[in-house]
């Protein structure tokens, strides 16, 4: 099924591109490779040849039937991000030229080799960047550095726990909060991702599977301390030992919950520590709020790339026709960083 805006941006007959397209609701099995009409780019926005697409959580909801595509962006394609380099113009377009190498986030239809996107949500790609680790980028250092900074106004000397510190916001996440002077602890459920996170430079690492509350290993690291912001990629399972270990004026920020969504929360506890919770999301923003984010980004986030402080953590870059086991990897938690799809051949 196309929406109406796929279809005014579909280009003329002929100009196919890969796509990768969800068949029907369910498993990583319904992921097809076909064909599609390339995208033209309508005012202000640029068409950017694809090199590689992110795999997102999000994608896999998509795949599965439950979380339906933001409006105007192609039902059955999923992928919200992407690098590449812009190889057409819509009228108007200032900020971006010709073959400029640039990345970003749309609000769907990513697992595509070209996507069209407004030029002002593009993020420019510093040189020493291969596109792989461009790729590697956008969705989860956006996330995390909103979350952190901008939602949660982290400052330096201040502690943040970091829930499933191994996925791609938790790796983003603990070089941003460490790049900014922060006293970072990290939970996974697998020692394995714990000690690789470690190595990245968490300053502290939790089993969270150890039939052990996780709260006494995160006191242990902080000498019975609190946190001051806790990076909740996880939800309901770890609701409780986040309201417990919460310092005083904590502001606890929720980005994702495959640990379910619902729970009880102590108002009492949360009013007497003057502490705050809050959730999240970037592709249900409006436009205009991505654009702005993207610009700071920019501005902000890029030169931390450039000077060597901040690096993409990639676990593997499969070719697309593998997007498949790609999915598989994602669902069965086994990926460390970010799980990317590459169209063509690699320039790293
Ligand atoms: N709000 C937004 O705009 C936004 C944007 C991007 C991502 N997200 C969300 O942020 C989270 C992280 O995204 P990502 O792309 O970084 O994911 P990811 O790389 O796939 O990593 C997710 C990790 O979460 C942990 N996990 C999964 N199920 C769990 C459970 N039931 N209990 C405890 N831990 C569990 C696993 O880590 P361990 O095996 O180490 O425990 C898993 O590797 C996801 O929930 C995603 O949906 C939200």
Redesign the pocket.
């Known amino acids: 099924m196309k929406g109406d805006r796929d279809r005014r941006r579909e280009g003329h007959q002929g100009e196919s591109m890969g796509v990768v397209e969800i068949v029907e609701p369910g498993g990583p099995d319904v992921l097809l490779l076909t064909e599609g009409a390339r995208p033209v780019p309508g005012p202000g926005e640029v068409r950017v040849r694809v090199q590689v697409s992110g ?4 994608d ?2 998509q795949r599965r039937g439950r979380y339906p595509p933001s409006p105007g962006s192609p039902e059955n394609v999923p992928g ?1 991000e992407f690098s590449g380099e812009v190889d057409q113009l819509g009228a108007g377009c200032r900020l971006r030229a010709l073959g400029d190498r640039v990345m970003g986030i749309v609000g769907g239809g990513g697992y595509a080799e070209w996507v069209v996107a407004s030029e002002r949500e593009t993020i420019r790609v510093p040189d020493g960047l291969t596109s792989e680790e461009a790729g590697a980028i956008p ?2 250092f ?2 995390a550095w ?2 952190l900074f901008l939602q949660a106004n982290l400052r330096a000397g201040e502690t943040v726990l970091i ?10 996440a603990l070089q941003l909060a460490r790049a900014a002077g922060a006293m970072t602890v990290g ?4 020692p394995d ?2 000690n690789r996170a470690v190595d990245l430079g968490l300053d502290h690492g939790v089993l ?2 150890s039939g052990r509350d996780w709260t006494e290993g995160v006191r242990e690291c902080l000498d019975g301390r609190g946190v001051d912001v806790v990076l909740d ?3 309901a ?2 609701l409780e030992g986040n309201q417990a270990i919460l310092a005083e004026g904590g502001r606890w920020v ?7 969504a619902r729970g009880e929360v102590d108002l009492g506890r949360l009013m007497a520590k003057r502490a705050s919770i809050r ?6 923003r409006p436009p205009e709020e991505k654009a702005v984010l993207a610009r700071a980004f920019e501005r902000v986030v890029v030169p931390l790339f450039e000077a060597g402080r901040l690096r993409p953590v990639i ?1 593997r870059v499969l070719p697309v026709a593998s997007v498949r086991e790609a999915h598989r990897e ?1 669902e069965e ?7 990317l799809l590459q169209w063509g051949e690699s320039d790293g």
């Open positions: 795999v997102n959580r999000a896999l909801l919200l969705e989860v956006i996330t909103d979350a829930h499933a510190a191994g996925s791609g916001v938790g790796t983003a939970t996974s459920r697998s991702k714990v969270a599977d990629l996880v939800g399972s770890y929720v980005v994702g919950v495959p640990g379910g959730g999240t999301v970037l592709r249900a676990d994602m938690n086994r990926s460390f960083g970010k799980l």
